[in-house]
């Protein structure tokens, strides 16, 4: 009867804990028979959050008991259980700590978690860079590159996937080879040019009518400063030989040698060019005289 009373005790405590602790389920989980001692059992594997209280027993429960605050265990039969991290420095909490599970913590913006448990942070490598022993972030190497974030970095690619590709791109640190497909030489069209036709009049292209046109333009105007210039000299030469229009009263001849040396005279102030005439006149007024 006293143990009715002890176990139902060992259920409402266990209840107890369940309610404070969550879903965390208080005992041993599996179990075999103790083949040292009669009538016992040994736990194997304790429910998870919990760690062995006692090796050997009657109870299945009271072989495992839940971690206390503040503490956890990831083991399937840990006799202590571990104490939560505490989200520190670079450290961002995100999640509290369980009986079964550790604080989850993160990292500040442009740092990423150095292990699986994000227990430190280190420098987030870009594409192009990879992480160091030193926590830190180096250039890829010659001949290799990283297109991912806080990755190794690989060597280059040595050929196309694609056996009818081509390297067009060699790579970069960021960056592996790139693949296309050659493109076929453009050629132009080639065409058959035209026999020359003897009967075929070619039209005159337009420069060469305007060409012609000035042309004649400027022969035009030459004729006619040529013939402007050949009018004007034309009037000088028929001023310059035009003689002096003097009347010449010619008295009548008289037989007095006076009348006729005066006469003689006159003639040769008038028009000195009329040489042959003057004389003329002179041997046929002698004559009259003589008569």
Same mark, same amino acid.
């Given at each position: 009867m006293a143990g009715f009373f002890w176990m139902l005790g060992l259920t409402l405590l266990a209840q =107890?804990?369940? +309610?404070?602790?969550?879903? *965390?389920? *208080? =005992? +041993?989980?599996?179990w075999v028979p103790?083949?040292? *001692?009669?009538?016992?059992?040994?736990?194997?594997?304790?429910h998870p959050g919990?760690?062995? &209280?006692?090796?050997?027993?009657?109870? #299945?429960? &009271?072989? +495992?008991? #839940?971690?206390?605050?503040g503490t956890y265990t990831l083991k399937s039969l840990a006799f202590e259980c571990a104490s939560c991290t505490q989200c520190i420095g670079a450290l961002v909490h995100l999640k509290d700590c369980t009986p079964k599970s550790n604080t989850q913590c993160g990292c500040k913006k442009g740092l990423r978690c150095g292990n699986a448990e994000c227990s430190f942070c280190v420098d987030e490598c870009g594409k192009g860079q990879e992480p160091t022993k030193k926590r830190d972030c180096a250039p890829c190497p010659k001949g290799t590159f990283n297109d991912q974030i806080h990755q190794k970095c690989k060597p280059f690619s040595t050929r196309c996937p694609d056996p009818t590709h081509i390297i067009v791109f060699k790579g970069n640190i960021s960056s592996d080879i790139l693949c296309e497909f050659p493109q076929p030489p453009t050629t132009l069209p080639v065409t058959n040019p035209e026999k020359p036709d003897g009967n075929k009049e070619h039209p005159w292209p337009m420069e060469s009518f305007a060409a012609i046109g000035a042309l004649m333009m400027c022969l035009v105007v030459f004729i006619v400063l040529v013939s402007a210039l050949i009018h004007c000299n034309g009037k000088?030469?028929?001023a310059q030989r035009t003689p002096s229009k003097t009347p010449i009263v010619i008295s009548n001849p008289s037989d007095e040698p006076r009348t006729l040396i005066a006469i003689e005279c006159s003639f040769h102030e008038a028009q000195q060019e009329q040489g042959n005439s003057t004389e003329s006149l002179i041997s046929k007024d002698s004559e009259q005289e003589f008569v």
């Open positions: =107890g804990f369940l +309610c404070i602790l969550g879903d *965390v389920e *208080v =005992g +041993c989980k599996k103790d083949t040292q *001692v009669k009538g016992n059992i040994k736990c194997v594997e304790c919990n760690r062995v &209280a006692q090796q050997s027993g009657t109870n #299945p429960q &009271a072989l +495992c008991t #839940p971690c206390e605050r000088k030469e028929k």
